[in-house]
């Protein structure tokens, strides 16, 4: 998984199959990263094209941890049938979503 | 076109079956739905065969069958643990604030919401469970 800070924002690009293998090859370093970080951050999801439940799980934590120290999870860039399923489970209601990444920094920059 | 695989019901069997749904995908028979639907029945119901069906019992086995016919997908599920239909499941919880929200039987209510008919049926002499989720392609 790559992982970049851009100023305060640690944005992490999520691979292309959230399935059972593609979590456990990302699930500890957003946890650890996401900990430490404590603050503003975005997973960049436009690669990813298969989504099971454990994802939406491992993205939920993440939220929870981040919420409560100020910080925030926001998604970016997703597929129309990853959308359709974040529309399905009333996710859409509990993250903020933005098409791309730009858009997300430029809402975090000007809106915190 | 008719495919089966048998695995262990454990944990290491789900790559096995990761990687039997990637050589369906690669056959390019199957539409992109149904390929998801392929890969979402492997993760969420066999993932849970493993976890609960089998846990007062050592593994017994887990049997998928696709069968492809007149553009129509069949995905059959069978094990021998504890019977569980997936349609008795209640619906999860979409109303919860962040701190409160539990994604249980999220995974179900997804297979259920895909496929265009979930079949279940136990056979209590036999012990069989057999899950059957079709979807045309569209």
């Known amino acids: ?112 | 076109m008719r495919q089966h695989i048998e695995v262990p019901g454990e944990w290491a069997s789900i790559s096995t079956l990761l990687a039997f749904t990637d050589s369906l995908e690669a056959c390019e028979v199957l539409s992109h739905e149904q390929c998801y639907l392929l890969r979402l029945v492997i993760e969420e119901i066999a993932t849970n065969i493993v976890k609960y069906g089998y846990i007062e019992q050592p593994p017994g086995p887990i049997q998928v069958t696709c069968e492809y016919h007149a553009s129509r997908l069949a995905i059959t599920i069978r094990d021998r643990g504890r019977p569980f239909d997936p349609r008795d499941h209640p619906l999860p919880d979409f109303t919860s604030a962040t701190a409160e929200r539990s994604i249980g039987g999220l995974g179900l209510y997804f297979v259920c919401e895909m496929a265009d008919d979930v079949h279940y049926h136990h056979d209590p002499t036999s012990g069989w469970n057999e899950l059957i989720v079709t979807k045309a392609s569209t």
């Open chain 1, 1 to 112: 998984m790559n992982v970049e800070q851009i100023d305060d924002v640690l944005v992490f690009t999520l691979p292309q199959r959230l399935d059972a293998n593609g979590v456990a090859a990302v699930e500890p370093q957003l946890a650890q990263q996401a900990a430490a970080h404590r603050g503003k951050m975005i997973a960049d999801m436009s690669e990813v094209n298969f989504v099971a439940s454990l994802a939406l799980r491992m993205l939920l934590t993440t939220l929870k941890v981040a919420q409560p120290l100020g910080g925030d999870l926001r998604i970016v860039g997703l597929q129309p049938p990853i959308a359709e399923i974040f529309r399905k489970s009333r996710f859409d209601t509990l993250f903020k979503i933005y098409p791309d990444r730009a858009a997300a920094l430029a809402d975090y920059q000007n809106n915190g």
